[in-house]
């Protein structure tokens, strides 16, 4: 009898308040509260989550739950202050509650 559930790896998340307006952040929308989560390292390649199918584990800051998410999900999303982001990487699939918004600079 194996428990083998989770083997996910759990990636480290800012807390609120570190996040910086008008930075952009890797994002997966909470399964529980659906706010966004930022991801602490907006790192552009080798990271674990830069598997297409991979899962990953991530903690709300928001509520605390503790879910698996599908590395696909994320979505890069540039914080604006008072608990507002906006979509820069629209490429959904579908599955995202966001209205997707899409602006030039
Ligand atoms: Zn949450």
């Not at 609120?16 to 390292?41: G, M």
Request: positive net charge; charged residues 20%; proline residues 9%.
């Amino acid at each position: 009898m194996s428990a083998r559930t989770i083997s996910a790896p759990i990636l480290p998340v800012l807390k609120p308040s570190q996040i910086r307006v008008n930075e952009s952040y890797d994002t997966w929308l909470c399964r529980r509260c659906f706010k966004p989560i930022a991801l602490a390292v907006h790192a552009p390649s080798g990271d674990p989550a830069d598997i297409p199918d991979g899962v990953v584990q991530i903690r709300c800051p928001h509520c605390g739950e503790l879910a698996q998410y599908a590395v696909r999900a994320r979505r890069v999303r540039q914080y604006l202050g008072a608990e507002q982001y906006l979509l820069i990487s629209p490429l959904t699939e579908s599955g995202e509650l966001t209205n997707s918004q899409r602006e030039g600079k």
